[in-house]
């Protein structure tokens, strides 16, 4: 049996003031409830009846982990390096199929992003084996901590550790070839 979406539309817009009463100065309501609308369908896309729980308790978690996603990525284009919340990380064969990357080749834009993408991997080559996996499974994937903790062994407060420490190391060296490549 499908889940109608439709049906939970509530469910998104209740998420969506949770969050919004925190971050009203800086978002628009209907910007962070189309976002909430996203981790809805996603949510829909993945919830799974024989697991015997309700969409309800399936869906809250996606839809605020959607928002907080959101949040969280635009936080990095304020904080970080100028990289724009939705950036996304996607191999070149990927945009070549979108066309985009044609589109983009030999702007200003095209240029930045690849090096970017190029400090980006990088810094990721100079992270553990360990913290590679856990990002990989949690951000690529989209598995919970708790699922990454159950895959390596872990307690899930590790797997928030482990990520928390990868995430703090990535920006100190993409911050670091950031400026090592401007004084070159």
């Not at 939970?8 to 919004?20: E, S």
């Not at 009463?21 to 628009?28: L, W």
């Not at 970080?80 to 990927?94: G, I, K, Q």
């Not at 100079?126 to 895959?151: A, C, F, N, P, Y």
Request: charged share 30%; with cysteine.
């Amino acid at each position: 049996m499908m889940i109608d979406i439709t049906e939970h539309m509530g469910l998104a817009y209740h998420m969506t003031w949770k969050v919004y009463p925190r971050v009203k100065n800086k978002y628009e309501f209907e910007d962070l409830f189309q976002v909430a609308c996203v981790g809805l369908i996603k949510a829909g896309k993945g919830f799974d009846e024989a697991r015997g729980i309700k969409f309800t308790t399936y869906a809250v978690p996606k839809i605020k982990g959607e928002i907080i996603r959101f949040i969280t990525d635009d936080k990095k284009f304020n904080i970080s390096r100028s990289v724009p919340h939705n950036f996304m990380l996607c191999s070149y064969e990927a945009e070549r199929e979108n066309g985009s990357l044609e589109s983009r080749i030999g702007t200003e834009s095209f240029e930045d992003d690849f090096i970017n993408i190029e400090i980006l991997n990088e810094a990721i080559q100079k992270l553990s084996d360990r913290e590679k996996k856990i990002l990989k499974l949690h951000i690529i994937d989209e598995l919970t901590q708790k699922q990454v903790g159950e895959m390596c062994g872990i307690a899930q407060n590790q797997v928030s550790r482990i990520k928390r420490r990868a995430i703090k190391n990535l920006k100190e060296l993409v911050n670091f070839s950031v400026c090592e490549k401007v004084t070159m």
